[in-house]
């Protein structure tokens, strides 16, 4: 008796272990490559499946009648349009989806985060072949498109509108302190901020001039250096954060302007507000900080909110040494590609093609969103209706020296991560030696890649 | 005859624990084993997975030399990831159990209204923990929110900044932990009230006072229930992760780091999920996750071994 | 005298503590965003229309019924597999028994990581080969199902049993006396007489134990949704949609607090139906253990 059932143990074991050995093997084989162009001659219907992450109603209506011209000009083709509730986790529930071969046709991701994974990995099909066939030209775009569309030669994304980030600020406040024009240097940038901060009788900021911490709205670290000229990689491509000088010099910026305000206080501010950025309540908006780092959309949230608010933008400033920089910012914004193992890439390409390039669906898009349009056409459409303050998004996108950040790498933008946290803990004072902590930065980013990549 | 009735029983035996084997090999031990493959592997899901022996670990603890980079070469917040799940185990399970039996032997006093203030304790505790965790960052903003409005009446009081203030955030969390803390306080009354009376009476006789009473009977008759807690408490302190990852996204408003402010949130389960599920290391994710594993089962051993010495089962009073 | 009052006065305020909290979620939730951010504690005005505006932005009715159907599937599931188990563990006596009560004790405390990342490429995949393998040999020809998006791989592992309720399940069947079921033997019948004729008849209170903790487990479940179900809009159940809707629909605390409410009104409500079940059930596990 006691034998048989040692024979049944061993038989589940047995079974057991077997499974999991074909469950590593299952588990190991990838998806096959897909095969793109094909002449799609045919007009038999179709139904494509096409995933954005807009989640506020009227901008899911925005888009739904932005594409009303493509379904006129290919009737047999359905979209079949799914909504994506959350946009931070959109794209790596899109690879989870793409590697377990559940894939849309289409993909439209608010950020270029993932587009050097999608290239090397093979996640997003390399559009080439199709743009080759249609004669489709990049220079269509403004040349940053590149910097975040395409990765290792092959360009698996194309621009959908884009975001463009510069500096807001509140000109009655400009006013009272006596101050005619936006900051055009980092030193008149803190000067300013000073002059414009209005504080309580206790301590406490009631107005900042300018909030120089990580995501308020948008700006991070990156940003501060690019105003320096600073970049994360060297020509190698291996991280150079501790030897590229405007690193430590926009963090020192940082830096003083943080101790200016005292951390606490600022920081107490910083709570108040950061996660009001998406209602009426910004502070911005509410009149609470002068000037702000944010994208061109603000402009039509702040028509929308209805706020109470006279203001005036500008691109970032540069520093005082690298004038050059000044005009140029961080860009990159929506994204469209088609996702490996479509079902039906040919019509999928039909409708990339539609979202990057239709001036009409473009400039409805814009209008309703209040995004930059991405193409020379679109930009120059007189059907666009942008308030004034809008040109310098527009600017800022078409200069040359303008590019997404963080660059793309083959496993993402997380090791962006490691630069924000070093930066968090330098404002607050816990970092003694600024150097050696970007050196440290450098060599955690590398790790990081390679962690990634891989042997 | 016997052996056939004995064959018998193990048949049923078998027939009936069937849903739970292969539950466990299917659900269980299969995906461990799985996973402890993958953590000798370089695995990304989009290619295949490629074996490097000891990597993972070697990059987790930072010793050795890895392939490919540097020598000396460790994740950066690997450690800050442990120091701070250890901090919510070591402030959090004590805190819980004190709170759980202090409230607990408040109950056993008066003689009405025992089971409204128990329904009143409980129910937080079935709040799902996803609303909880935004409740408490609501009621925590340092400056729109209610606690803080209170605070601020004190005089000489600088309300904390909760989960914008790295020194505040896992304290904030302790606050919504207690919140739910009611399914201990139902646990330690049942305990307290499984108390034989004759045990206080004996001790009275002697003239014990208060402390003594709790100190030579409450306390040695409820070390169960507090084994109980310490065990539940130190299990689901390793992987600690939905109050923090909602607290510290509606906190900051975005969903995309996980662990702010400046990684006081970001404990090991967070880690975990954001190498396997960002950033699609899952060889380096599977590694940790058997670490944890390790370290858990290590811990619970400990305890189930020491607890010989101060845990008394029935106590010989029965 | 004193002492009680005193006792009484600690205790109220404890309850208050525990209290406040729910107050503010349901005024909050009837407040104007911007009073949302002050002092005043009265919503003025009423804002019943909170309600009405959290259900036109997300779609709340279709999360209510994931929610739903992910909870009372697992419960069904759980009750139908557990209490056989629990019965061999609890009734039967056979060799070994400890130890493989032991080796079901020991899955209590595994990290539920080591399971969700292999489990979650298993469910990806265009379903593991073995299955179809066994499928395919016994006649039902080959399986292809993608489940990651959908609520199987939450729902199907729940028809496999779950350690927790074997355990709350052999407490009890341990404390049913011998005599009940000598006399089922003594008339001729085995053990799934037993099983039919004592043992369930009187675990009813356990058995409802077991289903409402599990109830209760799943609807409140983050975890598992957010590994399992992030691809599938279609398929989120409310503790996701709930983490979705702050973090990405700009919204106030107003109607976050409304959606929370939608959220826990069935858990408050079966809270109240079912107090002494739960409290027994806790209880159960935590004693006697």
Redesign the interface.
């Known amino acids: 008796m006691k034998r048989r059932l040692l024979l049944y143990f061993a038989l589940v074991a047995a079974l057991a272990l077997a499974a999991s050995l074909a469950l590593v093997l299952a588990a190991g084989c990838g998806g096959k490559k897909s095969t793109p162009t094909s002449t799609s001659g045919s007009h038999a219907p179709v139904t494509i499946t096409v995933w954005h992450p807009w989640t506020v109603s009227s901008e899911k209506k925005g888009f739904e009648n932005a594409v009303a011209g493509f379904r006129q000009q290919y009737p047999w083709i359905t979209l079949k349009i799914v909504p994506y509730p959350n946009s931070d986790e959109f794209d790596t529930n899109l690879i989870k989806n793409i590697n377990a071969g559940t894939p849309p046709d289409v993909m439209i991701s608010f950020g270029p985060d993932y587009v050097g994974k999608y290239a090397a990995d093979n996640l997003l099909i390399d559009l080439k072949p199709y743009m080759d066939r249609d004669s489709f030209a990049m220079d269509q775009f403004a040349p940053a498109a590149l910097s975040y569309t395409a990765f290792q030669g092959k360009q698996v994304a194309l621009p959908v509108l884009t975001d463009a980030y510069g500096l807001y600020y509140n000109k009655d406040m400009f006013a009272k302190a006596g101050i005619s024009s936006p900051p055009k240097t980092m030193s008149e940038l803190m000067t300013d901020a000073k002059k414009l901060t209005v504080r309580n009788s206790d301590g406490s900021i009631a107005v900042a001039g300018f909030v120089p911490l990580l995501d308020f709205n948008e700006i991070g670290p990156a940003d501060f250096a690019h105003a320096w000229g600073g970049t994360y990689f060297d020509a190698n491509g291996q991280p150079h954060i501790g030897t590229d000088p405007a690193w430590a010099s926009a963090l020192t910026w940082q830096k003083q302007l943080v101790d200016w305000y005292g951390y606490s206080a600022i920081t107490d501010f910083y709570g108040t507000y950061v996660d009001k950025e998406w209602t009426s309540q910004q502070a911005f908006e509410t009149g609470k900080v002068a000037m702000c780092w944010d994208g061109e959309w603000r402009t039509a949230m702040i028509a929308n909110d209805k706020a109470n608010v006279n203001y005036g933008t500008a691109p970032f400033p540069a520093a005082d040494d690298h004038p050059e920089m000044y005009g140029s910012g961080r860009v990159g914004g929506t994204i469209t590609g088609i996702p490996r193992g479509a079902q039906h890439p040919d019509e999928a390409w039909l409708l990339v093609k539609y979202l990057s390039t239709s001036t009409d669906f473009l400039v409805s898009l814009a209008n309703g969103l209040g995004n930059v349009p991405t193409t020379k056409a679109s930009a120059a459409s007189s059907a666009l209706h942008l308030v004034p303050q809008f040109q310098t998004f527009i600017d800022v996108w078409n200069n040359p020296k303008s590019g997404f950040s963080p660059p793309l790498t083959a496993t993402g933008s997380g090791y962006a991560d490691i630069l924000n946290s070093f930066d968090e803990k330098w404002v607050s004072g816990k970092v003694s030696d600024l150097q050696a902590g970007l050196t440290q930065v450098d060599t955690d980013i590398a790790n990081q890649l390679a962690l990634g990549t891989g042997p | 005859m016997r052996?056939r009735s004995?064959?018998r029983?193990?048949g049923?035996?078998?027939?009936?624990?069937s849903?739970?084997?292969?539950?466990?090999?299917?659900?269980?031990?299969?995906?461990?084993?799985?996973?402890l493959?993958?953590s000798f592997t370089?695995?990304?899901?989009?290619?295949?997975?490629?074996w490097?022996g000891l990597?993972n670990y070697k990059?987790m603890f930072g010793i050795g030399h890895?392939?490919?980079?540097?020598t000396g070469?460790?994740?950066?917040?690997y450690w800050t990831s442990v120091r701070n799940t250890l901090w919510i185990i070591a402030f959090g399970v004590p805190l819980r159990v004190l709170f759980a039996m202090v409230?607990a032997m408040?109950?056993t006093?008066?003689k009405r209204?025992v089971n409204t203030?128990?329904?009143?304790?409980?129910?937080?505790s079935?709040?799902?923990?996803?609303?909880?965790a935004?409740?408490?960052v609501?009621?925590l903003?340092?400056?729109?929110g209610?606690v803080n409005?209170l605070l601020n009446l004190i005089p000489g009081v600088h309300a904390p900044?909760w989960?914008?203030?790295?020194r505040w955030s896992k304290p904030a969390l302790l606050v919504l932990g207690l919140?739910g803390v009611?399914?201990?306080i139902?646990?330690y009354l049942?305990?307290l009230l499984?108390v034989p009376r004759e045990l206080y009476e004996a001790i009275s006789i002697e003239g014990a006072s208060a402390w003594q009473r709790f100190r030579n009977v409450t306390l040695p008759m409820i070390t169960?229930?507090i084994f109980?807690?310490l065990?539940m408490g130190i299990?689901d302190g390793?992987?600690y992760?939905?109050q923090a990852?909602?607290a510290g996204?509606?906190?900051?408003?975005?969903?995309?780091?996980l662990g702010?402010?400046?990684?006081s949130l970001l404990f090991y389960?967070l880690w975990?999920?954001?190498q396997?599920?960002?950033?699609?290391?899952?060889g380096?994710?599977?590694a940790?996750?058997?670490v944890?594993?390790i370290a858990?089962?290590t811990c619970?051993v400990v305890l189930l071994v020491t607890s010989k010495r101060w845990v008394h089962y029935g106590g010989g009073f029965q | 005298m004193l002492v009680t009052v005193a006792n009484h006065a600690v205790l109220i305020a404890v309850s208050l503590m525990f209290l406040l909290p729910i107050l503010f979620i349901v005024l909050t939730a009837l407040m104007t965003d911007q009073q949302a951010m002050t002092t005043h504690l009265i919503p003025r005005p009423w804002m019943w229309s909170n309600f009405k505006a959290v259900f036109k932005q997300i779609d709340l009715l279709r999360y209510t019924w994931n929610t739903f159907l992910y909870a009372g599937l697992c419960t069904v599931g759980v009750v139908v597999s557990c209490v056989t188990v629990a019965y061999a563990f609890a009734r039967i006596h056979w060799r070994g028994r400890n130890l493989v009560f032991l080796l079901v004790l020991s899955t209590l405390m595994l990290p539920q990581q080591i399971t969700t990342v292999p489990l979650f490429v298993v469910w990806a995949r265009d379903l593991p080969t073995w299955i179809s393998w066994v499928t395919s040999h016994v006649g039902l020809g080959a399986v292809h199902m993608q489940f990651v998006g959908t609520l199987k791989p939450l729902i199907i592992p729940a028809f496999f049993s779950d350690a927790f309720s074997i355990f709350l399940l052999r407490q009890f069947f341990m404390t049913i006396p011998d005599e009940l079921c000598d006399a089922v033997r003594v008339d001729g019948g085995g053990h799934w007489q037993i099983l039919r004729q004592v043992v369930i008849p009187l675990s009813k209170p356990a058995i409802m134990a077991i289903a409402l903790f599990q109830f209760i487990y799943s609807w409140n479940d983050f975890y598992g949704p957010l590994v399992y179900l992030g691809q599938n809009p279609q398929a989120q159940t409310l503790s996701l949609a709930l983490s979705n809707f702050r973090g990405m629909h700009h919204v106030q605390w107003n109607l976050t607090m409304a959606a929370t409410m939608v959220f826990m009104i069935p858990v408050v409500i079966i809270f109240f139906l079912a107090q002494r079940v739960f409290i027994e059930g806790i209880t159960l596990t935590g004693v006697k253990g």
Not at chain 2, 126 to 132: D, L, S, T
Not at chain 2, 141 to 144: A, L
């Open positions: 052996r004995a064959r029983k193990y049923i035996v078998l027939l009936m624990l849903p739970w084997i292969i539950g466990f090999l299917a659900f269980t031990l299969g995906p461990m084993l799985l996973s493959f993958w370089h695995y990304d899901m989009s290619s295949s997975a490629t490097i990597d990059f890895i392939k490919g980079m540097a070469a460790h994740d950066p917040y409230t408040l109950l006093r008066p209204g203030y128990r329904t009143l304790f409980f129910m937080p079935m709040a799902p923990r996803v609303a909880a935004l409740v408490f609501f009621l903003n340092p400056t729109t209610p409005h900044g989960f914008y203030d790295p919140w009611g399914d201990a139902v646990i049942a305990g499984n169960p229930v109980f807690t065990i299990i390793f992987q992760f939905d990852y909602i996204n509606a906190a900051s408003g975005q969903n995309a780091v702010r402010p400046q990684n389960g975990l999920y954001q396997a599920f960002r950033f699609f290391h899952l380096y994710a599977s940790m996750a058997w944890l594993f858990t089962m619970t």
